[in-house]
């Protein structure tokens, strides 16, 4: 029998629509692939997203959001290490082509991991108090995208 999905805290959810525009960088990435755009221009906006959208998203979860669960617990290492791993292939400058089809996988499938398992086992474990400290703290302004060179579309 397939349990009803938790309905994700309001704390949280700001966190849940950062991940899903990086499920849309994964589709940003495919698309820009399937229409033969030049590598170099998908890493441009790949690199954008990195810098304004993950890096401060990454120190939110690290700062905010994983502390609520014991550093040695393995959700926040395997959690920890796909971040350094992300990190890794968003600053690599070799072979573009190979390091995108690495980043598309490699965050979405972090991502659907947080969603579908790290985020409902925190927010099992979260205090009201931890929660309404996130929702404080982390306020986050409206996405908005870099449309300069909007290759997928």
């Given at each position: 029998?397939?349990?009803?999905?938790?309905?994700?805290?309001?704390?949280?959810?700001?966190?849940?629509?950062?991940?899903?525009?990086?499920?849309?960088?994964?589709?940003?990435?495919?698309?820009?692939?399937?229409?033969?755009?030049?590598p170099?221009?998908?890493?441009t906006?790949?690199?954008?997203?990195?810098?304004?959208?993950?890096?401060?998203?990454?120190?939110?979860?690290?700062?905010?959001?994983?502390?609520?669960?014991?550093?040695?617990h393995?959700?926040?290492?395997?959690?920890?290490?796909?971040?350094?791993?992300?990190?890794?292939?968003?600053?690599?400058?070799?072979?573009?082509?190979?390091?995108?089809?690495?980043?598309?996988?490699?965050?979405?499938?972090?991502?659907?991991?947080?969603?579908?398992?790290?985020?409902?086992?925190?927010?099992?474990?979260?205090?009201?108090?931890?929660?309404?400290?996130?929702?404080?703290?982390?306020?986050?302004?409206?996405?908005?995208?870099?449309?300069?060179?909007?290759?997928?579309?």
């Amino acid at each position: 029998m397939k349990h009803k999905p938790l309905k994700r805290h309001k704390a949280l959810q700001p966190l849940s629509r950062e991940h899903h525009q990086g499920l849309l960088l994964s589709w940003k990435i495919r698309t820009g692939f399937k229409k033969n755009i030049e590598p170099e221009r998908i890493k441009t906006y790949a690199n954008w997203f990195f810098e304004n959208h993950l890096i401060p998203h990454f120190e939110i979860e690290e700062t905010l959001i994983f502390p609520i669960l014991e550093p040695e617990h393995e959700l926040i290492k395997r959690a920890l290490a796909e971040h350094r791993r992300l990190k890794r292939l968003f600053t690599e400058t070799e072979n573009d082509t190979k390091t995108l089809i690495k980043i598309e996988e490699e965050l979405e499938q972090h991502i659907r991991f947080e969603e579908r398992i790290l985020f409902p086992e925190i927010q099992k474990v979260a205090t009201e108090e931890q929660l309404l400290h996130i929702e404080n703290v982390h306020q986050p302004d409206s996405f908005e995208d870099n449309l300069v060179d909007a290759f997928w579309t």
